[in-house]
C-alpha cells in the first residue's frame, strides 16, 4: 500500500516480482485467484496433505478486523490453532503438534496488532505471536520502508539510488549493504521538502499487555535491516540489542525470532543459539512440518487480514503457494 499523508498502519515490505513471471489470466488476479484455484481436484489433495503440516500464517498488520475475524472463524472449523509455546514444547519434546495445527504471527507488529487483532482473537480464544522492531516502541516513528517512499516521493534524493517510482528505489535500497542503506535513508531525509507523518508506535505497556492476552512477542531485531546485507558484528548487535531491549521491557527473555528479511542467515542461527531462542521464523510462504526438523528455520505462509475466505482456503493447504513456485519456476 502506498504510504500517503494519512497512512498509519503497517504493511510489509514489497515484494520483487519475478521478470518475464506470466501474467494473470482475465478474472485471475489476487482477488478472485482462490476462487478458481479452490475448485480445482487439487484443492482436496492439497488440504489433506496439509492436514499433516504445520501451517504457520504470517500476517503485518490488521487493516480489516471483520475479514480477520472471518478468516479465525474459518480456522476454528477447519484447523487446529496452536500458541508459540506449543511450537516450543514440541520441539523440546520431540513430539509432533497435532493434526491441522496453525500459528498465527505478525511481523512489525504495528498498533493495529493491539488495537485490532487483540480483541478478535481474544474473542475467539486463539493464540498468537507478534515480532516487533524494537527501536521503534515507544516512538512515533514510521517504519523505514514507508519513510523512504514518501521521502521520495517528497523530493528526496540519494547518491546511491535510482530515480523513478518508489517501488524501485526501495528495491535498490534493500540490495545495499546496510550502511549504504543508513546512508542514503540519512540523504533523503536531509534533501526531501517534507517530513513524513508520525505513525504510532506499540509502547512498553503495549508489548506486556499482547502477552496476557495469549499473544506472545518475539524478536525482530533492533532496526529491521536486510541481514544479507549486514556484516557480522551488525547481525549480531541487530539481535542481541532487541533481545536486552524486549527482556527489560517483558521482564523476561524472549525465545522466538523472526527473520526481518524472511530468509535464513547461519550468522543470526548462531546468535540465537547463544542467547537461548528456540524457534525461527522464516517467509517462504510455505507449510512445514508437524514437528519442525530446523527449530530456527520454520517455514510461514503469507497472507493479509483483507484476504477472502476462498483464496485464504487454497493458501492454508499449499495449493496457492505451490501454484506460485510453479509458476515462478516456469517463468
Do not use: K
Not at 546512508?183 to 503495549?206: K, M
Not at 521464523?281 to 510455505?286: P, Q
Amino acid at each position: 500500500m502506498p504510504y500517503s499523508d494519512s497512512t498509519t498502519v503497517s504493511t510489509p515490505p514489497p515484494t520483487t516480482v519475478r521478470r518475464g513471471a506470466p501474467a494473470a489470466a482475465p478474472g485471475r488476479g489476487p482477488r478472485n485467484r482462490g476462487s478458481w484455484l479452490r475448485l480445482t481436484p487439487a484443492q482436496p489433495l492439497f488440504r489433506a496433505r496439509a492436514a499433516q503440516r504445520l501451517a504457520v500464517l504470517a500476517y503485518h498488520g490488521v487493516t480489516d478486523p471483520r475479514s480477520f475475524g472471518a478468516q479465525l472463524d474459518r480456522l476454528r472449523r477447519l484447523a487446529n490453532p496452536v500458541s508459540l509455546e506449543a511450537v516450543e514444547q514440541a520441539v523440546t519434546e520431540g513430539r509432533p503438534l497435532p493434526p491441522r495445527s496453525v500459528l498465527i504471527t505478525f511481523d512489525d507488529a504495528d498498533r493495529s496488532v493491539r488495537t485490532h487483532a487483540m480483541p478478535v482473537l481474544a474473542a475467539r480464544g486463539i493464540p498468537a505471536a507478534a515480532f516487533v522492531i524494537a527501536e521503534l516502541i515507544g516512538t512515533d516513528r514510521p517504519f523505514w520502508w514507508h519513510e523512504a517512499a514518501y521521502l521520495a516521493r517528497h523530493g528526496g534524493r540519494a547518491r546511491l539510488l535510482p530515480g523513478g517510482p518508489p517501488g524501485r528505489l526501495l528495491a535498490r535500497l534493500r540490495e545495499l549493504p546496510d550502511p549504504d542503506r543508513r546512508r542514503s535513508l540519512h540523504e533523503l531525509r536531509v534533501s526531501a521538502d517534507r517530513r513524513p507523518p508520525h505513525q504510532e508506535q506499540l509502547r512498553p505497556e503495549d508489548l506486556r499487555a499482547l502477552r496476557s492476552a495469549d499473544i506472545a512477542v518475539g524478536n525482530h531485531t533492533l532496526g529491521h535491516p536486510c541481514l544479507s546485507r549486514c556484516d557480522d558484528s551488525t547481525v549480531h548487535t541487530e539481535i542481541t540489542a532487541a533481545h536486552l531491549a524486549l527482556t527489560q521491557w517483558l521482564g523476561e527473555a524472549p525465545t522466538a525470532f523472526a527473520y526481518p528479511d524472511g530468509g535464513y542467515d547461519p550468522r543470526a542461527d548462531a546468535v540465537l543459539r547463544r542467547l537461548g531462542y528456540r524457534l525461527g521464523f522464516l517467509s517462504d510462504h510455505r507449510l512445514g512440518p508437524r514437528l519442525p526438523v530446523h527449530p530456527l528455520r520454520i517455514s510461514r505462509l503469507q497472507v493479509d487480514s483483507t484476504t477472502g475466505t476462498r483464496r485464504f482456503d487454497t493458501i492454508l493447504s499449499g495449493l496457492e503457494p505451490a501454484m506460485q513456485r510453479w509458476r515462478g519456476a516456469v517463468a
